[in-house]
């Protein structure tokens, strides 16, 4: 039997009511002495119902602090799709929630921006647009040194990194775009970038819908790149133990990665694969453990 505090890859979380965490489509921030994260309520399958909050202290138990955005009209109707819930915090200190929201055939494409006074909301959604025009499906976001950045797939054009505007509710500039090597119409979607030890590294999955593929990662040494090649990150063929790559997260000395196995027909319900990421000459690689504890990562 695992200890407590143990993270176990493959499985559900349970949060302190007793019920499956909905960590769908994970965002995640550290606050304070406790780790916050936004996922999807996927209650109602595909379609959105609310964009529940959970906090942590050993990311392995969570507290359910409440619904952070929940379904109203417009852009988050219950008709909707409301996907990849991903949030930081403004230097004026209010929080912004990003979002890839579209209708029920993908035509929309859009990125919606919501705030709030608190982290675990409740959010006032704002508005959605297009960036720079562009379509934005899957997304992740960036910050450092008080600058904001959204990642961004775009299926006609590639995986954009944006700089986004000073009060962070909209796009300011496009940093780079990045494509596939082995099919360069196209990019990587499910984006997450993350810097340890002073490099950048990109991940990314291919567009494979509910399908799990080989993950890639890229790194480089500024966000402008230029970008190595696309690497797989865990071995050929195991396509990713399984999972999507939704967040990459720099803890303690480490760095976990945090990935969904979608069940389609029971997305409620679908678990999750957090694994520590270990470096090999500048390069992550991901292997499988049965359990692991984020103390690890605090050497």
Known sequence: MAEPGSILPG??????RGRTAQLHGIGLQRIGDRWYAWGEDKAAHDRFTAV???SSIDLASWRFEGDALTSAAGDIAPDRIVERPKVLQRPDGRWVMFLHVDSQDYS??????AVADRPEGPYEYVRSERPLG?????IGVFQEDGVAYLLSE???NGLH?????????????????LRQQAKPEIGYESPAVVRHRGRYHLFGSDLTGWSMNDNMCTSADSLAGPWADWQPIAALGARTFESQVSVVAAVGDGVVYIGDRWTPDDLAESPAVWLPLRFDDGH??????EAWSIEELYA
Do not use: H, K, M
Request: proline residues 2%; aromatic residues 16%.
């Open 11 to 16: 499985r559900v979380f349970i949060d302190d």
């Open 52 to 54: 529940a909050c959970y």
């Open 108 to 113: 929309f494409a859009r990125v919606g921006y």
């Open 134 to 138: 562009n379509l934005s499906r899957d």
């Open 154 to 156: 775009d299926r006609d």
């Open 161 to 177: 990194i944006y700089r986004l505007r000073e009060d962070y509710l909209g796009v300011d500039s496009i940093v780079t775009t």
């Open 284 to 289: 992550p690689r991901l292997q499988w453990r």
